[in-house]
């Protein structure tokens, strides 16, 4: 396969694999937590550059599939007694599937459209499951300790969690870099460029579309169970934070969105800035700000993010920062 | 009965305000194709301000509201400036980025300064009683100062040259240039007067209810709201998706617990956003 | 016959923007359509690839109905269409452009099958050098060049032209031509809408003129020009038209 023949694929996923060997050999929970958050959000902000990225599409709501992965997947850990990967993975295929049928409606709106249409969608979302008794209301679901006994006790799930999350964000990793190399990724990008202009060279949009929603929307719903299984309890306010859901924009935007390297690079940045900020007693306050500040620059100056600069201004590196 | 009609009234009252500030939203919208994510932190701002003229300086809050309004074109000007102006002609992905930074960076200054506690601006007015209707007197003037400021605004934009020069923007920024409108002036005015409108609107609001510096945010998503109803970019169907959606907050919860409204106002968003992108009204 | 086109007609609101246009077109010729601006030529080419669903009439291609098919759905059958404004895929490099053509188009291709096939028709096209390049960096008259070649990249039986010759100098004008008798001669079938009244003699087998949405005559070159209706709709003044036909 074409894919397999690029150096980045293996030096983006060789270097995940030698992170999270390296957590494991150490044992270090600190290290493991910080990891554990840094891979989450390269898991996240690279499944949503399969639908920003790639085919062009802004959604500003996309954490909408990590919250109702999570709570689906979270309710059937809890209250169904269901054991951790079939929930997960539940939770996953239920946001595809939720993703597709969603798309038949928002697909159809373009830009700005759209990206309004997704934060409506993970309004409505919050403000449901607010009022869902099923899955606790306004106050959520909690996992009882003895959730954990069948993981081998809290401090073993936690590890779990963590290698679960590592897995998966190399998994993202790999399926991004297989669709930029497909057939269906060249589409997905021939939509971003020109829809109309895709759509007359015979690109079916509608569901090239759907599909990369399903797709950026699975992984975020894996993650979610993960996530609130790892916390023990979900509640609404955690699982639809828009804020949230646009940072993982901003990460995109900030290491290059549409390549494969660029919402690493970005997440582990702007991850890593606000980690320091707040820590910091001088700017630990601010940290929003100066986030809001490195978006601006980088919107108004480096459209293109770290990767996207790199690129152009080292050409023969296009190879490798793909 | 009483009670829904009471409660239709007050919602009624509160959607001139809510029309206030999505008429700023559909402004800019309007104007610039841009939207504006900063909507939220500018009502703050007018919360805010309101506020500190009140405690501090004694200013009752509807006369401070002059100054309010000011500080509104100000800030609107100014993140014109800074941060729309570079991306006014590349894809929308950007603009909204651009204001979302705003966002952010105002949120984080106002934590920073103000903390997140609630804030409340204590000037009760007591409250009026026509029969059985009990109407706050803070509500009533709230929807008169909005109505205030809706009949500044037509007047402005239809009968002064300035907001003539706005309107022909606004239709095709190409061919006012050429014939001699300087678009850019037009465009940060109308920034300006878009956060002047949302300014205001959060000041009247903060005479009605408390605040957080995070109160502007649900504001915001209720303008997007009220524009995709009313229609983005007709600041006139922006007024009367505000009454609608306040009568509908008004009406709702006699049905169902109030946590349901949320629901509905966002699904009513998708729902129209879906079938009818250019609002019940229609855009322009 | 490649193509039937019946009775289409097309309304936007008020305006009429084609009415009842009739016409064949038989595989390997070059048709030439011409008109005045607003005539419906363009609207005609919309509604032929599936851009536009006509009120009324048929669009028949290789004896299928395609009437009313998405765009996307008629250039799988083989039908292509070069644009007037030419709309290449920006961030996408030239090669990429073509082979979307090529993957999506009538022999759906895999990557690596699409892109000796673009390498090929850049070649064809002359645009073989700058394969490498992003689409964004090219000049206008490469980039009608390239609008060519992905159209040819998805091996059509029927390639629609969309004013191809539009801003490019005579010299240009020369090469342009002589790549579409080639096409033309690899056996695909042409249909062009032109202004440049004198390449469209040279190259066209038989001329339609559109006129206001109506298909005011058709017929071989010399035929068309000397006809009065097209001569008063499209050529202006007849007598002076005469005189300068007679120069």
């Known amino acids: 396969m074409r894919a397999l023949k690029q150096p980045g694929l293996w030096l983006y996923v060789g270097g995940l694999l030698f992170w999270g060997l390296v957590i494991l050999f150490l044992q270090d929970p600190t290290l493991r937590e910080t990891s554990f958050t840094l891979l989450m959000y390269v898991g996240l902000a690279s499944s949503l550059n399969i639908l920003l990225g790639y085919t062009g599409y802004v959604s500003f709501g996309h954490i909408v599939f990590f919250g109702l992965g999570g709570y689906v997947g979270f309710y059937l850990l809890s209250h169904l007694g269901w054991s951790l990967y079939p929930a997960a993975l539940f939770g996953g295929i239920f946001c595809s599937v939720l993703a597709s049928l969603l798309g038949l409606a928002v697909l159809r709106l373009r830009g700005a459209y759209f990206a309004l249409a997704t934060i409506g969608v993970n309004e409505a979302a919050r403000a449901f499951v607010s009022n869902f008794s099923p899955f606790g209301g306004a106050t959520g679901m909690s996992l009882d300790y003895s959730g954990y006994s069948l993981y081998g006790g809290s401090m073993k799930a936690l590890w779990l969690a963590f290698i679960l999350v590592w897995l998966i964000a190399i998994a993202v990793v790999i399926m991004s870099y297989l669709v930029k190399q497909s057939r269906f990724g060249l589409g997905l990008m021939a939509i971003r460029e020109d829809e109309d202009a895709a759509m007359v060279m015979g690109v079916k949009a509608p569901q090239a579309k759907t599909w990369a929603y399903a797709l950026s929307a699975f992984f975020p719903g894996l993650i979610g169970t993960i996530y609130f299984f790892k916390n023990g309890n979900v509640e609404p306010g955690d699982a639809f934070r828009l804020h949230l859901s646009i940072e993982m ?67 023969r590196l296009r190879g490798v920062l793909e | 009965m009483q009670q829904l009609i009471n409660s239709l009234t007050d919602g009624f009252l509160l959607g001139f305000v809510y029309g206030l500030a999505a008429m700023g939203l559909s402004l800019i919208w309007g104007v610039m194709s841009v939207i504006n994510l900063a909507h939220g932190p500018v009502i703050t701002v007018g ?127 190409e061919a006012a240039e050429l014939m001699g409108i300087p678009s850019y002036r037009m465009l940060a005015l109308s920034f300006g007067l878009g956060s002047l409108l949302a300014a205001v609107a959060g000041s009247l609001i903060s005479t009605i209810f408390p605040f957080t510096i995070f109160s502007g945010g649900p504001y915001e998503l209720k303008s997007f709201v009220i524009c995709v109803l009313g229609g983005l970019g007709n600041p006139l169907g922006a007024l009367i998706g505000g009454l609608a959606l306040g009568l509908m907050e008004g009406v709702i919860p006699i049905w169902m617990p109030t946590s349901w409204v949320p629901v509905v106002e966002f699904g009513l968003f998708v729902f129209v956003l879906v079938v009818k992108p250019s609002g019940l009204l229609g855009a322009k | 016959m490649i193509l039937e ?181 690899s056996g695909i079938t042409i249909l062009m809408i032109e202004h440049v009244m004198q390449a469209m003699m040279n190259i066209s087998d038989r001329i339609l003129v559109l006129d206001y949405g109506e298909l005011i005559a058709q017929g071989p070159p010399q035929e068309v020009v000397n006809n009065p209706q097209v001569i008063e709709a499209y050529l202006g003044d007849p007598k002076l038209t005469q005189r300068l036909l007679g120069e």
């Open chain 1, 249 to 315: 924009l901003v990460m995109i935007m900030l290491g290059g969105q549409g390549t494969v390297l660029g919402p690493i690079l970005g997440s582990l940045g702007y991850e890593r800035l606000r980690g320091y900020l707040l820590v910091s007693p001088l700017f630990k306050n601010l940290h929003l700000a100066i986030s809001g500040v490195a978006l601006l620059l980088i919107i108004l100056f480096v459209p293109a993010g770290a990767v996207g600069w790199l690129r152009r201004r080292f050409p």
């Open chain 2, 47 to 173: 919360m805010l301000t309101t506020y500190l003229l009140f405690v501090h300086l004694g200013l009752n809050p509807y006369l401070g509201m002059v100054v309010v309004a000011g500080v509104g074109l100000a800030l609107g000007l100014l993140i014109y400036a800074i941060a729309v102006h570079r991306v006014i002609s590349a894809p929308h992905l950007s603009s909204l980025l651009a204001t979302f930074a705003v966002n952010m960076i105002m949120l984080g200054v106002f934590n920073a300064v103000f903390g997140g506690d609630q804030n409340n601006i204590n000037y009760s007015l007591g409250s009026l009683s026509i029969g059985f209707l009990n109407l706050t007197y803070s509500r009533l003037l709230a929807a008169l100062g909005a109505m205030l400021f809706t009949a500044f605004l037509y007047l402005f934009l239809f009968f002064t040259r300035t907001g003539k020069a706005i309107r022909a923007v606004a239709n095709n920024r």
């Open chain 3, 5 to 185: 086109v019946r009775d289409v007609t097309k309304r936007f609101g008020g305006l009429q923007a084609l009415s009842d246009v009739t016409f064949d077109l038989g595989a390997g010729e070059i048709l030439g359509l011409i008109g005045p601006n607003g005539a419906g030529k363009t609207t005609l080419f919309n509604v032929i690839n599936g851009v536009f669903r006509p009120e009324k009439g048929q669009v028949i291609f290789r004896d299928e109905d395609v009437t009313g098919l998405p765009a996307y759905e008629v250039a799988r059958r083989g039908l292509a269409r070069a644009y007037q404004v030419v709309r290449p895929l920006n961030d996408l490099t030239v090669r990429e452009n073509v082979m979307v053509g090529a993957c999506y188009g009538r022999e759906q291709y895999s990557l690596a099958k699409a892109a000796r096939v673009a390498d090929d028709v850049l070649a064809q096209v002359g645009l073989a050098d700058k394969a490498g390049l992003l689409a964004g960096s090219l000049n206008v008259a490469q980039k009608k060049r390239l609008e060519l070649a992905r159209a040819l990249g998805s091996q059509p039986y029927l390639l629609l032209l969309d004013e191809v010759l539009a801003g490019l100098n005579p010299s240009e004008i020369a090469l342009m031509m002589e790549t579409i008798r080639r096409i033309r001669d």
